[in-house]
């Protein structure tokens, strides 16, 4: 998500995530203030650690994507490139969940239930956007946003572009109502850690694990279904498109691909 922004907002952003971190967590409950001190450093030891490690293996696979499109690519070596660099989430998530388990202890009853209802607010919130439209309003805005995008990429699309897109588009399963069930069985689990008086430390540290770590233990097959096959459908359609690129919007993409490099450079050394 950082590399979505601007050259210096993804700089600013990154480097200062510590504090900017309070306005988030300040959405979700109110700490005391041992609790936001040791949320600062941890964020802080957090990033540390990810400018370290993680952003070297993202220019890594980054550069890895621009060779295999540079080529011709497959949907088999596409789909496994990106179910590969889903994984750095997972690095990323098991690497800070003792010490978010360790935050969790400190909270009282009226910080955990100030947790939980903040989070159903928020999926109340994104469910009453999502009742507001229609299917074809959705489907019409996403086609809008894929144009944009694949425009920022390539420059201007040729009609058989537009058209591609267009038909992908089309074909993508919506998955919303999905992952808000995800969302809420999960949410379930933690207001139950919360909430049990049954569990000791070591059964408390293992159950947020758990919720933290697993999260496929919380998605429905269906869920997963429909993940991988919008996965292969995404692939397939950069595998078509590959082939009606012209030379200016190869030019294009390559500069695309250089910049986003030299901002993964910019926040590694900075």
């Known amino acids: 998500m950082l590399l979505s922004l601007a050259g210096c907002s993804a700089s600013f952003t990154y480097n200062n995530i510590g504090w900017l971190s309070t306005f988030w967590i300040d959405d979700y409950v109110d700490l005391d203030k041992q609790q936001s001190k040791t949320v600062k450093s941890l964020i802080k030891e957090m990033r540390d650690w990810h400018r370290k490690t993680q952003l070297p293996l993202y220019k890594k696979d980054l550069i890895t994507l621009q060779e295999i499109l540079s080529g011709t690519p497959s949907k088999k070596i596409l789909v496994a490139h990106f179910q590969n660099t889903k994984q750095h989430w997972q690095i990323l998530v098991e690497h800070i969940s003792m010490p978010l388990i360790e935050v969790a202890k400190t909270l ?32 019409e805005e996403r ?128």
Not at 150 to 159: E, F, N, P, Q, V
Request: charged residues 30%.
């Open 108 to 139: 009282d009853s009226k910080q955990r239930a100030q947790f939980i209802a903040a989070i159903s607010d928020k999926m109340n919130e994104e469910q009453q956007e999502f009742a507001e439209q229609t299917a074809k309003e959705r489907s």
């Open 143 to 270: 086609l809008k946003d894929q144009l944009a995008t694949y425009a920022d990429w390539l420059g201007k699309l040729s009609a058989e572009q537009t058209q591609l897109i267009t038909v992908a588009n089309s074909e993508f399963q919506s998955t919303f109502i999905l992952w808000q069930r995800y969302k809420q069985t999960r949410l379930d689990a933690l207001s139950t850690a919360f909430n049990s008086d049954k569990l000791d430390n070591d059964d408390f540290t293992r159950e947020l694990g758990r919720i933290i770590k697993n999260r496929h233990a919380f998605m429905s097959e269906e869920l997963i279904m429909h993940d991988q096959q919008n996965l292969a459908r995404y692939a397939a359609l950069l595998v078509d498109l590959r082939q009606t690129l012209s030379d200016k919007q190869i030019k294009h993409a390559r500069k695309e691909f250089t910049q986003m490099v030299d901002e993964i450079d910019d926040l590694i050394n900075d």
